[in-house]
């Protein structure tokens, strides 16, 4: 019974004694589990499959669980290592006293289980303890109506033990590897071979310096959303190359400018930090780059989707114009194609929607040309380019303008316009087509139209008023005369009803122009004078689809960013631990020659501050460069309010700058534990 005992006991023993390594694994372990079990739960989750839009949420939980999956296994795997590297004394130890590598492993196997059954089961009991809490909250975030109860998933228990299981089986696999091919004398030296001087690397300099600069170049001069999004992924591994690079040679670099400089480096608190540092930079480097680029990522990832979260609004109200907002596209200047039957499409519009029982309180339309355009020194010119730069054009009459915005219609002469909202400086714009062109003279400029303004084009919209249907006619058979596929005008119909539409009443709406079979079911005749399509487009249903794609890309931004902040936590730690039993005996000499207390805190102040901050200055610099790619690509998503962006960064940046101080103090009191 001792023998069957035995191996399991020193395993838990080992455990309680490296409590200090074992802990932050074993919470790693707990905490990554239970926020994978949570979006599991809430992707297998059946009592919400009935909801309308829920499918966004599954689709962020699916994304999240596979990001998480494959960052976790990397985090494991980097505190596994760390764990074997300060044991090496330990295993060695066991192997000169006489226990084989075959009975080494067996404890190894022992305590992977230990360690795998408390973290998997704790991080269960804690998804299941906050499984309800969370959902709630997402809830609310994405506006649903809260479900009565929220039971335990089990394909997501299932799911939640099986992934984490194979991880920790592989990180043993590694460590049984790692013991059968080590030799037991160089286990017991341990870390105590030092390290060499390291060589100031020019050629690893100068390629930070390009990798990082060229990131920088194409995240500041991007202008275009869809070609900043084909070009993020390139720019950020180009910041992660040079990160790594400036790291690991210009911090050497400048140590030793430190070092140089006699009145800084000839100061007690400096002269140990510096030279301690120096020594095993090579190591540092590539902890302070993981820390730097973790920080990155959160901060960006959080700051984007608090962005759009909280910029939903201002899109849905801007794009969606009435409770009920139809669309229908036409080309007036076909002679086959009839009269225009705008009046027919609204009425059949109305009487559909009050046999809902559904009073109509308003209902106005109005007509507007849209064309894409590439830019040129007097104005613009229609055309599909393949290069230069691209607006998106929108015309509309002066009295269109007046029944959009309710506003007074500007009083224009023929061949003059209104600029709503800016977008370009000049006097007299020129549209230029197929061999002809029509000059337009900027008499005012107008506040800019929600409604242009806050659109999906990847294209920076202009929008121009022009003084009757004449005017507005000429511009569209000249855009109609250049594109080999013209745009055709489009009529929008707005109607609003007496109270704003719940989700019974949005029900309602779909019923009065769809129909129970999904079928269009107003009565409109099959040729309605010229208009191709028909589409209608409700505001209650806009704002739950709105909602639960920016609530699920928010949700999924925090809890990956929680995941990551775990991460950065973790390798902070662990490199305070690690260099603190380094630095251990070279404090206890010191205070011997006569190094006093505070000196020895003075010095692991600074050298602590050092390592510290110099992550997070870092990464303070890579947002402030990245800022205008965030912005580009928030712009596929219609949200050009570049202030709230703004805010929504610099709060989610000091959030970060606080939480990570409470780090700094948390692991620099750890440290100075060792080393005093």
Known sequence: MRKKSFYPMMALQNIIKNRRFFLPYLLTITGTSAAFYIMCALCTDPGARDLEGYQYVQSMMMIGMIVATLFTAGILLYTNGFLMKQRKRELGLYNILGMGKAHIGLILCFESLIVGLGGILSGLFLGLLFHRLVTLLLYRMLRFAVPFGVTASLPAFCATAAVFAAMIFATLLINLFRVQVSNPVELLRGGNVGEREPKTRWLLTILGVVTLGAGYYIAVTVQDPALALALYFMAVILVIIGTFCLFTAVSIFVLKALRKNKRFYYQTRHFIGVSGMLYRMKRNAVGLANICILSTMVMVMVSGTLSLYLG????????????????????????????????????????????????????????????????????????????????????????????????????????????????????????????????????????????????????????????????????????????????????????????????????????????????????????????????????????????????????????????FLMATVLIIYYKQISEGYEDRERFEIMQKVGLTKAEVKASIRSQVLMVFFLPIAVAAVHILFDFNMVVKLLQLFALRNVPLTAMCTLDTVLVFFIVYGVVYLLTARTYYKIVS
């Open 312 to 563: 939903t609004g201002e899109i849905i109200d801007a794009q969606m114009v009435a409770d009920v907002n139809l669309e229908a596209r036409c080309n007036p200047l076909d002679p086959d194609q009839g009269e225009l039957t705008s009046d027919l499409i609204l009425s059949e519009s109305i009487r559909a929607i009050e046999a809902q029982g559904l009073p109509v309180a308003a209902s106005r339309h109005f007509r507007y040309a849209y064309a894409v355009a590439t830019c040129k020194e007097d104005g613009f010119l229609f055309s599909h380019p393949d290069r230069g730069e691209r607006r998106a054009l929108y015309f509309l009459t002066a009295s269109d303008y007046a029944v959009l915005t309710g506003n007074t219609a500007p009083a224009l002469a023929s061949g003059e316009a209104a600029l709503c909202g800016g977008g370009t400086d000049l006097d007299t714009v020129v549209l230029h087509g197929s061999g002809s062109a029509i000059p337009l003279r900027i008499a005012e400029r107008l506040e800019r139209i929600p409604l242009f303004d806050v659109t999906s084009d990847i294209e920076i919209p202009l929008c121009f008023v022009v003084s009757d249907d004449a005017a507005l006619m000429e511009i569209y058979a000249l855009q109609r005369s250049t594109f080999a596929r013209p745009y055709n005008l489009r009529w929008i119909g707005l109607i609003d009803l007496v109270e704003s539409p719940g989700d019974q009443e949005a029900e309602l709406l779909e019923d009065a122009f769809w129909g129970r079979q999904g079928i269009f079911s107003i009565e409109i005749p099959e040729d309605f004078g010229g208009y191709e399509s028909l589409g209608v487009s409700l505001k209650a249903r806009a704002e739950r689809d709105g909602y639960a794609m920016a609530g699920g890309f928010l949700f999924l931004g925090i809890v990956l960013g929680v995941i």
